[in-house]
T-cell receptor
């Protein structure tokens, strides 16, 4: 079946540090891949997405590349800010429309 | 602001009761999805409607039901509530249901069952 596995949190970084949150997936066919972010007390916001192999999604300094050979979609940012503190969810979508989420990774950025 | 609205924002009720959660999708979106977020289960897909018709079902309990109305808003009905139903319930919408389409999430309804 389809599933998503993320690295466990919480991840604690200092401001301006480099961020990587690992995400790997299992899926039949060729899913689309997404990163969503949930700030404290809020709903989910789309951060970025990629719909085919080797696509790179990017937004607000965050990037992730769809790697079919390693079934991965790792999230990276070169220099994190305190305002990036949130929970990050990796998700996939196959035919049928529903999103399948990873367990979420909490990021805490200290000044 | 995603354009998806959900009411109420918070709901506190007792075991055995019934509640209705409401969702209005973004203008022009035909597909509505319901998800449940809880500490032990994470984010789980419950059900999807497309233009008034049920399209897909996930891990939705028999005590739960949903519908999408002609104006495309949707309601999720939760009955015979149990303590374990306490969770954050999200609605999301998209134009259609293709695998490349982005789903936009509402702010959620936080349900507490006492």
């Amino acid at each position: 079946g389809n599933s998503v596995t993320q690295m466990e949190g919480p991840v604690t970084l200092s401001e301006e540090a480099f961020l990587t949150i690992n995400c790997t997936y299992t899926a039949t066919g060729y899913p689309s891949l997404f990163w969503y972010v949930q700030y404290p007390g809020e709903g989910l916001q789309l951060l970025l997405k990629a719909t085919k192999a080797d696509d790179k999604g990017s937004n607000k300094g965050f990037e992730a590349t769809y790697r079919k050979e390693t079934t991965s979609f790792h999230l990276e940012k070169g220099s994190v800010q305190v305002s990036d503190s949130a929970v990050y969810f990796c998700a996939l979508k196959n035919q049928g429309g529903k999103l399948i989420f990873g367990q979420g990774t909490e990021l805490s950025v200290k000044p | 602001d995603s354009g998806v609205t959900q009411t109420p924002k918070h709901l506190i009720t007792a075991t055995g009761q019934r509640v209705t959660l409401r969702c209005s999708p973004r203008s022009g979106d035909l597909s509505v999805y319901w998800y449940q977020q809880s500490l032990d289960q994470g984010l789980q897909f419950l059900i999807q409607y497309y233009n008034g018709e049920e399209r897909a079902k996930g891990n939705i309990l028999e005590r739960f039901s949903a519908q999408q109305f002609p104006d495309l808003h949707s309601e999720l009905n939760l009955s015979s509530l149990e303590l374990g139903d306490s969770a954050l319930y999200f609605c999301a919408s998209s134009v259609a249901s293709g695998y490349q389409e982005t789903q936009y999430f509402g702010p959620g309804t936080r349900l507490l069952v006492l």
